[in-house]
């Protein structure tokens, strides 16, 4: 079989889960003998390790697609530029619907219009599919994939005090001020809990980070993965906008028991949905009440923790991997 060789285009290298999933894809396809670069506009990638060939571009005309079997456009603002060099040998790497965050309002014309250009689309979650098809018919789930590390032998704790909540605040899709409010609740009703806030940006104005024993900023892989074994329950309050919820997958994939948002993306993880404990969209008192009841049980935590981590299983970068290059090779020309 001759190896595929493919190129992502990212608009930049910030520490975020969109840049973090092309990367990881890249890692999982070059491990089974492919060939990925990936071509960037930003500056070399620091919070992260990465077996991709890196092209550092000012612009993408400067990619010469003649060599690929496929140009994936990662976001949005990428998607026209791929099509324009590669057109049917394009591919849609969709992790969340950017037509839905209140950032990019007013960009939804020109969002729309990208979605609409007739190539395939690869999603990380089921719930993209159907959003997808509304824009063109060749929508297919591919998966998420936990960075190996994060599966780590969990950590069983008598007492659960260290609460983790990740995500930065400003953007109001990951539901930090649902996160915020259910730790008041859970505080009110009497849980003695210490909460751990992670974003890859600093506190947002007016985000009230005296409710949080610790705030990091910026971590890269090897630190969150020790900062969630310190962790005893996670906390994702999400809206029903967020398109995956890596955090949830990952701390789930280190045996945290969760709290969850019942909202597409992570009720997508296991049709059963035993694998947390979940509470409606936008309901601070369900979500504190849904915690206190974790924290106060360290049996029910042991059993979600386990499922979970069981859950997660399937977002292994090998098994993902093999999503992928079966989806690749389904389509390379000829």
Partial sequence: MKPLRIVYLLDDTHLAGGIRVAVAQADALIARGHEVVLATRGEPLTWRGSRAEWHFVSGWDEIDPAGFDFVIGTFWKTIQHAYALAGDRTVHLCQGYEGSFTVYQPFVAEIEAAYRIPIPKLTVSPHLVEICRRFHHDATWIGQIVDDPFYQPPVRRPRARRVLLVGPAQADFKGIDVGYGAVRQARARGAELDLIRVS???????????????????????????????????????????????????????GLPAVLSAIPSFLSFDPSHDYALFAPEDDTAALGDALVQLLGDAPLRARLGDRGKEVVEQFRAERTGERLEQWFLSRRKP
Avoid: K, N, Y
């Fill in 200 to 254: 890859q940006w600093p506190a947002a104005d007016g985000e009230p980070t005296e409710l949080a024993g610790e705030f990091h900023i910026g971590l890269d892989t090897r630190e969150m993965v020790r900062l969630i074994a310190s962790c005893d329950v996670f906390l994702g309050p999400s809206r029903h906008q967020e398109g995956f919820g890596l955090p949830a997958a990952e701390s789930m994939a280190a």
